[in-house]
């Protein structure tokens, strides 16, 4: 008897313990809903108290949605805060790691943000977004060489994206690899015919 008075408590509390989840998950959801309305107001600080009213440390989703509205509120030191919590519990996520970049990007971090963009690589050597965003941060460094690799391996996976092309193209000239420019500046008229920066790499050129 005793033995089932025990089993019934324990069943008890479990249900009990999933009801309480269910209604903190109800509840989180509600503020979520809320935030985003604010959010599309503009109203970041109501947005955000919606969400820290029910913040939890261990919580990828909210930890990321704070750093989100604290980027669009102007406050980059907390955004970067919260993107490196979700970042901690997620130490695979993309997601955490470009909205990071946000914040780090917009306060001239930028050896900060190569580091998040490297990191990526080395779990997802095809990111497109952030091969070409890595080269172009060599490439604005003047850092030709490095800019080169990752613009070649963008361009192997896109030939025909303008993006990829007009940084490549560009590189090359920077590289003195006159030939392979103007190949790459002739390309990129196929896909954008009067381009300027196209234009003007084929009159220099000359």
């Known amino acids: ?17 999933i009801s309480i989840a269910q209604n ?10 809320n935030s985003y309305k604010y959010e599309n107001k503009g109203d970041y600080t109501k947005a955000i108290d919606e969400i820290k009213q029910h913040y939890s440390e261990n919580s990828y989703e909210i930890n990321l949605r704070l750093g989100w509205l604290y ?13 490196k919590k979700a970042i901690d519990l997620y130490p695979l996520s993309e997601e955490a790691k470009l909205g990071y970049v946000l914040p780090a990007s917009a306060v001239g971090n930028w050896d900060d943000v190569l580091n998040i ?4 690589l080395t779990n997802n050597p095809y990111n497109t ?7 172009l941060i060599y490439y604005n460094k003047e850092q030709y060489s490095q800019a080169y690799k990752y613009f070649e391996k963008l361009i192997n996976l896109y030939p025909f994206s303008y993006d990829g092309l007009i940084m490549f193209a560009w590189t090359n000239y920077k590289l003195g690899k006159y030939r392979e420019a103007k190949l790459l500046f002739q390309k990129v008229l196929l ?3 009067d381009d300027a920066s196209a234009k003007e790499g084929l009159n220099l050129i000359k």
């Open 1 to 17: 008897m005793e033995t089932l008075k025990i089993k019934f408590l324990l069943v008890f509390m479990f249900l009990t313990i």
């Open 24 to 33: 903190n998950y109800s509840n989180l959801q509600e503020a979520f809903k």
């Open 71 to 83: 980027y669009l509120s102007g406050n980059q030191t907390e955004s970067m805060k919260y993107y």
């Open 117 to 120: 963009y490297l990191n990526i």
């Open 129 to 135: 977004t952030v091969l070409y965003r890595t080269g």
């Open 191 to 193: 896909v954008s015919p």
